[in-house]
């Protein structure tokens, strides 16, 4: 099994940035696809982007336009998602995700961290 801990969600205005971090452990993790949804309020959960252990990165543009940044530490097991000039439609609560490579679906998801963005 795989635990996943997110970190660093709050409440920011429009245009700041944040953070956010995913530590993950239980397993070792080069086999693993790691990455990022959000759900906003009223919304569906919406993929973020993802990153492999050797650091291929896949984004979901439509949701952030370039502003988010997704990177990976791999001697901490751990994933980062920076966010920069955030709009109040990134308000959601983001989750940390993770699965095998050679699996469909990702089934390893964090308890999640709010992300509020005031105007």
């Known amino acids: 099994q795989v635990q996943l801990v997110e970190s660093g969600g709050g409440l920011v205005q429009a245009g700041n940035s944040l953070r956010l971090s995913c530590a993950a452990s239980g397993r070792t993790l080069s086999n693993y696809l790691m990455g990022w949804f959000r759900q906003a309020p009223g919304k569906e959960r919406e993929f973020v982007g993802s990153?492999?252990?050797?650091?291929?990165?896949?984004y979901n543009l439509d949701s952030h336009k370039g502003r988010f940044t997704i990177s990976r530490d791999n001697a901490k097991n751990t994933v980062y998602l920076q966010m920069n000039g955030l709009k109040p439609e990134d308000t959601a609560v983001y989750y940390c995700v993770a699965k095998l490579i050679s699996k469909t679906e990702y089934d390893h998801w964090g308890q999640g961290t709010q992300v509020t963005v005031s105007s």
């Open positions: 990153i492999t252990w050797s650091r291929t990165i896949r």
